[in-house]
């Protein structure tokens, strides 16, 4: 049994035949989401294997988000007899 590379193997119908399930399954705008993030996700692979070939084991600085806002504060329970607090 010989190795036969993935092209050949499926032949030019069998290729057509996967980029249109690819098509039907991720659909039209997604495809090209999709090749973007497996873009970036090679590049850093890449960079990463980079920085660890050169001994560089220093982190990418993360970017300055604010700090994510305080949680509202709880509404002050009902009062015992039942008459609700209005608002002055």
Known sequence: M???PPAELFGEQGIIVL???AVVLFGSTQI???ARSLGSAQKEFKKGLDEGANGEATP???SQAPP???PAPA???PAADGTAD???
């Open 86 to 88: 209005a608002p002055s």
């Open 60 to 62: 990418a600085p993360l």
């Open 19 to 21: 980029i249109v399930i």
């Open 68 to 70: 994510p806002a305080a």
């Open 75 to 77: 509404p002050a329970p």
């Open 32 to 34: 090209p989401k999709l």
């Open 2 to 4: 010989s190795f036969v």
